[in-house]
Each structure stands twice: as C-alpha cells, then as structure tokens.
C-alpha cells in the first residue's frame, strides 16, 4: 500500500541509549547512519535522479544495489535490515517523495 503520507507510528524511531545497549536494528542504523553520512547523501542523490527521471516508485533495496555498485569501497557493513529505516529517513527530511515509498507498519522497534 503506497502511503502519501506517514502515520507518527512510521516514523523514523529517535536513538537512544536503551536501544543502543540492546543491539536492535534502530540502534545499529543510528550507529551506522551517524558513522558513515555518506551513504544517506548518495541515496538522496539517488532518489533525486530516479524521480527526475520520472519514476513515480522507488525500492530501497535497489537503491542499496546502485550505493554498492557507486561506492562499493565505502559501504562495509550497509545491511539490507536498514532499508525501511533510510526510506523512513528520507521521507522526513524529503516529505514531498512520501509518494515513491511503499512503508509498513513497523512491528517492533
């Protein structure tokens, strides 16, 4: 189901120490995101170039496919388990691409 906008239950879950203890997915993304900005500048980029392009959908998990083939030194540790977490991401930052996105309702945090 394509969302043109995003529940407050959608949203991209804040950090916080709790969760960074537990080893959750959320605090794994928090970790990798705030270690390795680039990765969400070039799937920005991405996204960008696929919408201009004229795509009215877009799938993370193929954009991680172009991250490894543009940046495929950089990108250690890029784990497809983040993929809801960047298009969560980028539809805060970019609310306006909400409608490219297909999210689900996060079962667990």
């Known amino acids: 189901?394509?969302?043109?906008?995003?529940?407050?239950?959608?949203?991209?879950?804040?950090?916080d120490a709790a969760?960074?203890?537990?080893?959750?997915?959320?605090?794994?993304?928090h970790a990798f995101d705030r270690e390795h900005p680039h990765v969400y500048s070039v799937?920005?980029?991405l996204t960008a170039e696929r919408l201009a392009a004229g795509a009215t959908r877009i799938g993370l998990k193929a954009l991680f496919e172009a991250l490894r083939w543009r940046l495929p030194e950089?990108?250690?540790?890029l784990n497809n388990n983040f993929t809801a977490l960047y298009a969560?991401?980028?539809i805060a930052d970019h609310p306006h691409w909400a409608f490219a996105f297909e999210l689900r309702r996060r079962r667990s945090l």
Do not use: C, N, W, Y
């Open 43 to 45: 799937l920005e980029e």
């Open 88 to 90: 969560r991401k980028l």
């Open 74 to 77: 950089g990108v250690g540790g």
């Open 1 to 15: 189901m394509l969302t043109s906008h995003v529940a407050e239950h959608d949203l991209l879950p804040r950090f």
């Open 19 to 29: 969760s960074a203890r537990t080893g959750t997915i959320t605090a794994q993304f």
